[in-house]
């Protein structure tokens, strides 16, 4: 749910506002006039989490025999890697 605030408002009480929106998940949407302005919200969520990852691969479609068979195949066929250029 979006809090609407009154800029002058949002000014008085930005620490709070900060605090709201980082540890509760609040959202304020500031005001000028009755016309908004701008958003103050969490940080959108990048990528997923190791839990989400499992969970997600566990509901797509398991691959079938052959599958593993040209896995096999490629990793056979991998040409050798060159020797380091480096010292060691």
Partial sequence: ???RIS??????????????VAYKGET???ERNGRPICQISP?????VSTRELVKILKSGPRPDKGYFKILEE????QPPVAPS????
């Fill in 7 to 20: 800029a002058t408002k949002a000014a008085r009480s930005f620490s709070e506002i900060l605090n709201r």
């Fill in 28 to 30: 304020f949407v500031v």
């Fill in 1 to 3: 749910m979006k809090t």
């Fill in 74 to 77: 490629i990793t056979r066929n």
């Fill in 43 to 47: 940080p959108e969520k990048k990528g």
């Fill in 85 to 88: 250029p480096w010292e060691r």
